[in-house]
């Protein structure tokens, strides 16, 4: 498979992936609440443990099925087990049956992305992919075009079709997750015994330790966005049939970075990246504090190409450049659980608290993450121009 082959498959991975990934997270709370009946903090609570199940699966089964099975075989086994948790929500109505269902779908569901940044990387280490940012835009597209199709369905038949429209989408992924791969993601993987047990080995790699701590705190500054974005606009009365759209207008913001990220950010240092992402999400959720209307909110939406997209990519850079293809599984199940599930589980309970006393203090609380993110990005960035 050349290069053109592989950028168009992990692709189209990407997409599908994310055309599921565009319902879940911006929808998913309200559809607990509106559609299942659940309270604000009975939602929150359930989208929290889901989020401590996920980490405990990225962090622990993700990287020891990694060493067993190809990337290939675990993408078809995380489609398949995603689909089948999916259904299990259809008669489930009571707080503990959608809890139970959600620990189950936690399980597979969020795999899929270490997953495929995983594949991404061992791709891109291997010289079959050349840009990772080109192939990744496709899941920031598949983000907009859910979240504009689904807010749609949502104004004219209610958020009972959030969910029929999440079950559609994992049909599609599971079907896709089933094309030709590239051999290298097909073979299973050769574990070398000296990186047996290696997790902690990562934390002897130059700055992992520090660079990791700031993206926990800058992936964690999403959790009030993530978990009450859709009910704020609500509180702020913003036309049901226009959220979806300004809910993507953070998407759309992702989507330019990710497709300008390797031309214009290459020579960009990772300190550099993570201390613009860290003032930009700052700024972010100051502004929908300061100014709780739906302009300023839709303004304030573009800043998520600097709080989530350049940590992100810089986290990416960062491990693409010191970290071995065979550690990469590692890197990323502790990155997707510390970062991207667990630190965001314990603000989404943190969040839920201030909304409850005022919708706007759960976006203002979140810069008890980004301002000490800032000050270790620049610390970051002096060890590396010492260093250079």
Known sequence: MNTHHTHRWMSIQYFSFF????????????????????????ASLIMSVGLVARGLSTLFAFPYLSEKYSSKTLLNGAGIGTLIAILFYIPSSSFTSLLIVTLIFHFFYPALMPTLDSAAGVLIQSNQLK????????????FIFAGMLLSV????????????????????LMCLGFTRAPVILSVKPTVDPMQKGG???LFRIKHFSLVLIIVILLQAAHAAYYSYGYLFLQEIHAPKFLIGTIINISVIAEVIFFSIADRKFHTFSVGSLLAIAAVGSTIRWVFVFVFPNVIVFSIAQALHAFSFAMAHYAFMKYQIKN??????????????????SWSTAVFTVFGGYLYEIEPRYAFLGMIVCTI???ILALLYRKLEINNS
């Open 19 to 42: 055309i599921t990934w565009g319902i879940f997270l911006p929808y998913w709370t309200g559809w607990l609440i509106h559609a299942k009946g659940m309270t604000v903090p009975q």
């Open 131 to 142: 840009n990772y940012g080109k192939s990744r835009q496709w899941g920031s597209i598949a």
């Open 153 to 172: 369905f949502t104004g004219a038949l209610g958020d009972k079709v959030i969910l029929w429209g999440f079950l559609l989408g994992a049909v599609v």
């Open 199 to 201: 997790m902690l080995k």
């Open 323 to 340: 970290i071995s293809p065979t550690m990469i599984s590692k890197a990323q199940g502790i990155y997707s659980a510390l970062a991207l």
């Open 372 to 374: 000490p993110a800032m």
